[in-house]
């Protein structure tokens, strides 16, 4: 019935690109400033939340009292 059987992981690619394609065709509809903003923050959240960690772990290596993870 099916050309690609349902379990095979190249549907499931199938899909995937599909999806990305549309999701491509969705953002190049956007303003430019938008498309930067949503770039630039895709970069600066990450790292703000691996900064803050670091911070952290360094407080709690100079103050272990302070800091309980737990």
Do not use: C, Y
């Amino acid at each position: 019935m099916f050309l690609i059987p349902p379990d095979s992981l190249s549907r499931l690619l199938v899909v995937m690109v599909a999806t990305v394609v549309e999701i491509m065709n969705f953002f190049a509809v956007l303003d430019p400033l938008i498309i930067t903003f949503m770039q630039v923050a895709l970069v600066i959240g990450p790292l703000s939340l691996v900064g803050l960690f670091l911070l952290l772990r360094k407080i709690e290596k100079d103050h272990p009292e302070r800091i309980r993870w737990k």
